[in-house]
């Protein structure tokens, strides 16, 4: 195996379940959040030598997948979100566990918010430090916190409007 192949599998297997996961916040749809995955990886692999380590490789693979999935998201002229969520979870087996409906309720209740607020919640779920989600996001880490305080706010006004129904 070559340098490059043994580099590229290690951050994808780094990378890749976070990627993942931010693909599924911008889609809520697992088929094209698995899509825009290969996708962004497809772009890593072309441009790995492109990267200077200005920043760090996952902040430069959020980027790609970011704009991988805006792209995707403006490109696409399909139904609205809401009915892709519905059907996501009616479709599900009816054996779902309660931790099950509250995730997919999460994730519904994300799929309402604005794309940037998406993307943001979408890090912080996945643990990222608020320094390379503000790196990211392209705003201050103050301005940061104050942004993720106001989208949990709306999120859990968001989950609870849900919850009721």
Not at 99 to 116: D, P, R
Request: negative net charge; glycine residues 2%; hydrophobic residues 35%.
């Amino acid at each position: 195996m070559e340098k490059k192949d043994l580099l590229f599998k290690q951050i994808f297997d780094t990378n890749s379940k976070k990627i993942f996961h931010l693909c599924y916040g911008y889609t809520g749809d697992e088929d094209a959040a698995n899509d825009l995955l290969q996708e962004t990886f497809l772009k890593v692999w072309q441009n790995l030598d492109k990267f200077r380590n200005k920043s760090l490789i996952s902040t430069w693979i959020y980027r790609i997948a970011v704009n991988t999935c805006l792209t995707y998201l403006r490109s696409e002229k399909r139904q609205s979100k809401d009915e892709l969520t519905d059907n996501i979870i009616e479709n599900q087996p009816e054996e779902f566990s309660e931790k099950n409906e509250q995730v997919a309720l999460l994730y519904k209740s994300i799929s309402k918010l604005e794309e940037n607020d998406r993307l943001i919640i979408t890090m912080v779920l996945d643990e990222l430090p608020y320094n390379e989600i503000a790196d990211i996001s392209g705003i201050s880490e103050g301005n940061l916190r104050v942004k993720i305080h106001r989208i949990k706010l709306k999120l859990t006004e968001l989950y609870n409007q849900h919850a009721r129904i």
